[in-house]
């Protein structure tokens, strides 16, 4: 039993990367109704920018928010320099084009630094959290800054001016410009904050599977599977739909044998599979009715 | 008495397809012109091109002042409220939230809360279903929530486009009374397109038909209402 | 400006209403001389003579590019003809080179005799894949086939599977003999005899694909791209056409995959990852979705994109040395264009969506028509 919960809550830590991960993957689509699967790349090298920052010299606490506000104005930046100029182009357009921004920042982030694997302390500090066995302080502060992100997140959309006129944005763009909206400057802090908001979720990630260029890919693919999983129409589902795709994948490491270790993308990729087919619009999110 | 907007000359396409052939129009500051004619002759396409919303050519003036270079949203910054064909409802927002979208080119905020609780006693309908999603509301209750959400804007002028489409008469009929209603204590300048040419001559003091493109007939809206021959020809009734 | 007076100003006489433009419904008849089909037969005859007038490292690049044609060619009967994305053909292409491996290696069957196998076997993975994807449009499916790429890998290294997959090591080909052997003791290199065997292949696939799109069934999966709603309620099976496409679309991707275990005689795990399944998309776009012809430049495009940083690589040093700044460039400089290799595969692509987001199908198309204009 104790194995158990210790699973539960090993899943739950872990589950607090792909929760940041999916929030971020939901905070795009809320922005543009699309997938970003550039996502991952960004987080990375915004981790990069601020690992930089600190091999420099600067406090953590300086570093850290700093990136945030870089990768804020980088996220806005790229999607009006590359994404506006094809926002009335086919999907497949845009698709191609998420690959292209994936194999620029991949590449570039090698370029600057290498593709040997650097450690990163966390911020948080090392050892037992309140002395207890089963969580280490990194992963309390993994989760206390996912749900603060989330609270936040939510009274941004729910109470702000510019929160209502994003989700307008995104809801309905005719009707939002028909308001007043300007659609596009929305879509842009989109982005920022979708950047902004990976950049947090890599630096959580960093200190436990270590920094290298290639360290998202598979995180991206668990980011979207919690975002599925909780419905994209829903940054609460993300971060349940995140935590619970930690828990499903430690258990079934656990339970499953020596093949459970080797089947967690796998997972994933079921897991995925199955919510769009039986409920696509995931545990939380709203049914979208297509009008014929 | 002056116009609050001018029209000349417009011509819109959509694509290769030319719609509009460079029609010319006016709506007098305070007043209620109507724009009639049958389907697919260039109506919605009139209010779609004031608002920048496709590729057009030609001269608009509001108060004066040009604006056909300007975006939407731009446009509906100076004061412009247009009500869109299928109501333009954000089906996924509430009925509050919807409401207060439609202020969000105000720039002060102040009386955004006023404004809401005036609008909902213009329409109690949409009072009771203020915490609802928009989307599920009826078509009559859409409508009015369309044309609160405009007059959230505290606009110059509205344009509203075929306001009774797809409602049953007795709704069209309440609705229309309305817009006379705020028309009348509002004092807003409106530009109505409709299908319904006797509610719309009712309500507009001046009428265009628009035919193919072109506007074939203007005048008078009671005097039109009292042509026969217009009447039969063109108004169908 | 008399306001009380209703002015009538129709025009007279009345104008007519201007009609759009129909596209027909039929198209001209087809020319057996067409300006297509002659290119086609030169480009035919050009492959063919091929093997006779170049080194065997070319043969074998071209080979490598029939194969990756065929890909191509798989995936745009799924997204070109149906509509659907795929961001995830590498696991049919994984499938079905994995499938020949093990047939000739574990089986013994003969090598040959593994392409209707693995065609049916990709077949099948690609229906049972298109069914729970039916219900997935445009992003999702982006997505679902998105996981199936990344899991793949994984998946291939599984160990209960092991014994049979070769596990991370993969499967060595033509273990016994090092090369294919060729059939009825013709006097040919076996390098050369494959790549004939990969182009009557491809022939023969791309003529069942134009055979697809002239057929019923093709003009059905062309409706469910243009207007699935339409078709439906016409009474066209969305379910059926649409798992049919995938099957059709992985079976042919599959028949790639194991074509290219018989060329790289190798199969390995690592060998079909996602960026595969990326290449094949970008092979498709810079081809031109829906234009099949453009299989060939886009198999061309998979072959040397990749290669283009090296390329890019040499041409800076040719005019750095004769200037001297060979020895200038700083460590970190040295072979830039290789280690920031995706940086300009990423440029390409911008460029290629911006400016020619049809490929090179559009391209040649917009020329055509230009011609024409020109011409009338």
């Known amino acids: 039993m104790e194995l158990f919960l210790h699973q539960i809550i090993s899943g739950i830590s872990n589950g607090a990367i792909y929760a940041c991960m999916a929030l971020s993957v939901v905070m795009i689509y809320q922005a543009i109704h699309h997938l970003n699967f550039a996502q991952g790349e960004m987080a990375m090298f915004s981790t990069y920018i601020a690992w930089q920052m600190m091999a420099w010299g600067l406090v953590w606490w300086l570093a850290i928010p700093l990136t945030i506000l870089i990768s804020l104005a980088g996220g806005f930046a790229i999607e009006r320099v590359i994404f506006k100029p094809i926002e009335n182009a086919p999907v497949l357009s845009h698709i191609v084009i998420f690959i292209a921004l994936f194999a620029i920042l991949n590449s570039l982030a090698g370029f600057i630094w290498d593709f040997t694997i650097k450690s990163v302390e966390s911020p948080f500090g090392k050892g037992p959290f309140m002395g207890s066995p089963l969580l280490g302080k990194h992963q309390a502060g993994m989760i206390g800054v996912t749900i603060v992100m989330l609270v936040g997140l939510w009274a941004f959309f729910r109470f702000t001016r510019t929160g209502l006129s994003m989700r307008a944005a995104a809801a309905n763009p005719e009707s939002a410009r028909l308001v007043g909206i300007r659609v596009s400057r929305m879509t842009a802090l989109g982005w920022g904050m979708a950047a902004a908001i990976g950049a947090v979720a890599g630096i959580l990630i960093a200190p436990v599977v270590f920094l290298e260029p290639n360290m998202m890919l598979s995180i991206l693919l668990y980011g979207f599977a919690g975002a599925v999983l909780g419905g994209l129409t829903s940054p609460l589902g993300a971060v349940i739909g995140g935590f619970l795709v930690g828990i499903i994948e430690n258990l079934a490491g656990t339970y499953l044998g020596g093949v459970g270790a080797e089947l967690k993308l796998s997972i994933a990729l079921v897991l995925i599979i199955v919510v769009l087919v039986v409920k696509p619009e995931g545990l939380l999110g709203r049914k979208i009715v297509q009008r014929v | ?237 | 400006m008399s306001d009380s007076v209703v002015t009538d100003t129709r025009p007279s006489p009345p104008a007519g209403a201007e009609t759009r433009t129909h596209r027909p419904a039929t198209a001209p008849p087809a020319r057996i001389l067409s300006p297509g089909n002659i290119v086609a037969v030169i480009v035919l005859a050009v492959l063919i003579v091929l093997p006779l007038t170049s080194k065997s490292f070319f043969v074998f690049q071209m080979n490598q590019m029939l194969v990756y044609a065929i890909a191509v060619l798989g995936l745009n009967i799924l997204t070109g003809i149906n509509g659907q994305f795929s961001l995830g053909h590498s696991a049919f292409y994984a499938i079905g080179a994995y499938s020949c491996a093990i047939l000739v290696e574990m089986v013994g069957v003969n090598y040959m005799a593994t392409l209707p196998l693995a065609a049916v076997i990709c077949f099948i993975a690609g229906f049972l894949f298109g069914f729970p994807a039916l219900r997935l449009e445009g992003l999702y499916l982006a997505l679902a086939t998105f996981a199936l790429a990344v899991a793949t890998p994984q998946i291939l290294k599984l160990s209960v599977i092991e014994h049979y997959t070769g596990g991370v090591q993969g499967i060595i080909m033509f273990s016994d003999t090092f090369e294919a052997p060729v059939p009825f003791g013709l006097p040919m290199e076996s390098s050369t005899w494959v790549y004939y065997f990969t182009l009557a292949v491809f022939v023969l696939v791309y003529i069942l694909a134009i055979a697809l799109i002239r057929s019923r069934t093709g003009r059905a999966m062309m409706a469910i791209r243009d207007n699935p709603i339409a078709a439906r309620s016409m009474g066209v099976n969305l379910s059926y056409y649409k798992a049919t496409a995938f099957g059709i679309s992985a079976m042919v991707t599959g028949i790639a995959g194991a074509l290219s275990a018989i060329v790289i005689k190798f199969v390995a795990p690592d060998s079909f990852t996602f960026f595969l399944a990326v290449l094949i998309l970008v092979g498709m776009v810079i081809g031109g979705v829906g234009w099949l012809p453009g299989c060939i430049i886009g198999g061309l495009a998979m072959l040397y994109l990749p290669n283009i940083a090296e390329q890019l690589d040499d041409v800076i040093l040719l005019f750095a040395r004769p200037l001297g700044l060979a020895d200038a460039l700083p460590g970190n400089l040295q072979n830039s264009a290789i280690r920031l290799s995706g940086v300009i595969y990423g440029f390409i692509l911008i460029l290629l969506i911006y400016l020619a987001p049809q490929g090179a199908g559009g391209l040649i198309r917009a020329v055509v028509s230009r011609l024409k204009w020109l011409k009338s």
Do not use: W
């Open chain 2, 1 to 237: 008495m002056s116009a609050i907007l001018q029209v000349n000359n417009l011509e819109a396409s959509y694509g290769a397809v030319r719609v509009l052939r460079g029609i010319s129009f006016e709506v007098q500051k305070g007043g209620v012109t109507t724009l009639l004619g049958a389907n697919g002759a260039g109506k919605t396409t009139t209010l779609r091109a004031l608002c920048g919303m496709i590729r057009r050519s030609g001269e608009i003036l509001l108060e004066g002042k040009p604006v056909h270079r300007l975006a939407t949203e731009d446009i509906v910054r100076r004061g412009v409220a247009h009500i869109p064909e299928g109501r333009g409802t954000f089906s996924t927002l509430t009925t509050e939230e919807n409401l207060h979208l439609g202020a969000m080119a105000r720039p002060n905020t102040d009386e955004i809360e006023n404004d809401v609780r005036k609008q909902f006693d213009y329409f109690p309908r949409l009072k009771e279903r203020r915490n609802q999603q928009a989307g599920t509301l009826s078509g009559g209750e859409q409508q009015m929530l369309a044309i609160a959400r405009a007059l959230m804007l505290r606009p110059k002028l509205m344009l509203l486009d075929e306001p009774s489409f797809g409602l049953a008469p007795l709704i069209t009929r309440q609705i229309f009374d309305i817009l006379a209603d705020v028309q009348r204590e509002e004092g807003t300048s409106m530009l109505l397109v409709e299908q319904n040419a006797s509610l719309a001559l009712e309500l507009a003091d001046r009428a265009y038909l628009i035919e193919t493109g072109s506007i074939v007939i203007s005048g008078d809206a009671a005097a039109i209402r009292e042509d026969e021959s217009v009447r039969a020809s063109y108004l169908g009734y």
